[in-house]
């Protein structure tokens, strides 16, 4: 008899865009694997759950792959219930593809829950479609990470050829996006909204464009950045005049867009 492993979204960061279901198992949870930026208000839904951090942040040093995979599935053959928490939606960015390889491999049953992926939020947090009509019908969600041993990726092009663009984990590659992202054809007047930390306390954004990007490399993010492409960003950066745009939330009002520097 093996337990049931979990891949469950935990969403942007604030514990109240959890789904009911994700806060339902993180109750229920035996076990807890989870990554570094999980907000300590979800951690505290996991109450009888043994804890354990298995965090990949970019940059720092990460517990490889195949260990984590290794975790779930012995702790899947003396639990009934482990959750496998992922920032945002898991089947986004966050290698569930290969936790599910092994899931199967080992023959544990597993389930998706699925979360509010970081492009949905900073959009939210904008207050910014990333769909209007006639003008924005398709988006690309894409990022210039390529790991170890990975062939060449066409993200620049699938960005250029998408009305609007997200892009994960880039904040600290802004010369090198810019770069691609011009050769693919992107226009260097689109506008593109960096959202630092979506859905928490202390976000930060800012409306820049193309050109301007590689100025924010020497920029020191401190939290998770996703940025967006498309022409509806105008709109934030004319509001604040093409200054630094600092937007206050809650997430779930409209936010209070205010120039400053
Ligand atoms: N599965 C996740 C993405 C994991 S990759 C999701 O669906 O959101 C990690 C990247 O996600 C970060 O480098 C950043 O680009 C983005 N990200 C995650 N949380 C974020 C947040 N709260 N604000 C802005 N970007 C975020």
């Known amino acids: 008899m093996t337990g049931t492993v979990y891949l469950v979204g935990a969403g942007p960061g604030a514990p ?20 570094a930026l999980v907000h300590p208000g979800t951690l505290a839904l996991a109450k009888r759950a043994e804890k354990i951090a298995v965090g990949k942040r970019c940059g720092r040093h990460s517990t490889a792959q195949r260990f984590i995979n290794k975790r779930l599935i012995d702790a899947a053959r003396r639990h009934t219930t482990i959750v496998r928490l992922k920032g945002g939606d898991p089947m986004l960015f966050g290698r569930a593809s ?9 023959e544990i049953r597993y389930e998706i829950v699925p979360g509010v992926t970081a492009a949905l939020a900073a959009s939210a947090e904008m207050g910014i479609s990333l769909t209007q009509r006639g003008l924005a019908r398709s988006v690309a969600f894409a990022t210039p990470r390529i790991g170890h041993g990975a062939g ?22 802004a010369r090198e996006i810019a770069d691609a992202l011009r050769a693919a054809g992107v226009p260097t007047s ?30 020191a993010f401190t939290g998770p950045v996703v940025m967006l492409i498309g022409a509806q960003f105008a709109v934030a950066a004319a509001a604040a005049g093409g200054r630094e745009l600092q937007i206050h939330s809650p997430a779930s009002q409209r936010p209070l867009a205010t120039a400053s520097k």
């Open 190 to 219: 689109t506008p593109i909204a960096l959202v630092e930390n979506a859905s928490l306390a202390h976000s930060r954004s800012f409306v820049i464009t193309l050109e301007e990007l590689p100025e924010l490399a020497s920029e």
């Open 98 to 106: 290969e936790e599910i390889a092994a899931l199967e491999a080992a």
């Open 152 to 173: 060449p990726s066409n993200w620049a092009t699938a960005i250029a050829a998408a009305d609007t663009g997200a892009i994960y984990m880039g904040a600290g590659q």
């Open 16 to 35: 109240d865009l959890l789904t009911l279901r994700a806060a339902r198992l993180l109750e229920r949870a035996d076990v807890l694997f989870h990554d």
